[in-house]
């Protein structure tokens, strides 16, 4: 029953698919999933400049980092940091970013910058515990030409990257962050980079589509204006 369901949910997929991609302007609802942090710092930021460019298109964006079934739940594009394993899905590979510690300049000020990741034991850190899997996440640095990991001794642990962003800016301590989460906080001077030598730089930002998708001009559009602003 369930496969059968599945199967009508495909066919009635691919009409609506056939209508949208018989227009040769981009238009009605695109809807995309991601999770929280690549929502707010790459695809929220994107929606502007894309309906300046396309005002027929509505965007219905759905945050979260559980993994959704795009045909059950009627998913054009999603966004996401890895490989999903369902084959059936197109994909292309976004802009690499990098991996690098923060800290605030009050912390800095207070405490001094770290010259190698070896004196982060002698510092206040602040680590990230997956909510999937309750891990720590382990930090990686670029040494020479190996990639070693560590998981820092952190008084503060929480269950979100936006919260590791938040503490840090309010001076808690020494953290990691992906590159295009930091940017702005770097840019309003309310971050600075250390350790930057040692950053690792990670490839793994996909964006996923169904085959009958690939038609779209709506999700054409948008792959393609992600890959330029990225």
Known sequence: MHGRVLELLRQAEEIEQVVKSARSEPAGTLRIATSLPLGLHLIAPAITDFR??????????RLSDHIVGMVEESIDLAVRIGDLADSSLLSRRLSPYRLSCYASPD??????APEHPDELVGHETINLRYQSTGQMFR?????????????????????SSEAVIAAMTAGAGIGMAASFMAAPRVRRKELVPILSDFGVERHNIVAL???SRSTNPAVRAFIDMLIERL
């Open 139 to 159: 930090w990686p640095f670029r040494i020479g030409e190996k990639e070693i990991e560590i998981v820092p001794s952190s008084p503060v642990v929480v269950d």
């Open 107 to 112: 912390y800095l000020a207070r405490y001094g």
């Open 52 to 61: 300046r460019h396309y005002p027929k298109v509505t965007i219905d964006l």
């Open 209 to 211: 589509w169904p085959q």
